[in-house]
């Protein structure tokens, strides 16, 4: 019995530190003028498969591994940005318009 209580604390303890190496960063993406950016690319720079796009109020939400560090987001007739990701989970991106 001890032993099979050992076993589920270990598979508890190894699930939950699986889960813990990922974050949800949300946000929004504006122009220059404040209008909400639709469809705006946001990824993390080097990793490759975490892009979303950011929906028709220009607000995005992705999923990032503990080790990302910076935020790339573009959009079709504006300056890509990028952002260096802190401790903050919420981010506010503004683009040019180019």
């Known amino acids: 019995m001890r032993k099979i209580t050992l076993l589920l604390v270990t598979f508890c303890l190894c699930t939950a530190s699986a889960f813990a ?14 209008n909400p950016v639709a469809n705006a690319s946001v990824s993390v720079k080097d990793i490759n498969g975490t892009g979303v796009a950011a929906n028709e109020n220009g607000e995005f ?4 591994p503990q080790s990302a560090k910076i935020l790339v987001v573009s959009a079709l007739n504006h300056a890509s940005q990028e952002i260096n990701i802190g401790a903050s989970n919420r981010y506010s991106v503004k683009l040019n318009t180019t």
């Open 21 to 34: 190496q990922v974050r949800t960063l949300t946000g929004k993406v504006s122009d220059d003028q404040g």
């Open 61 to 64: 939400s992705i999923k990032v």
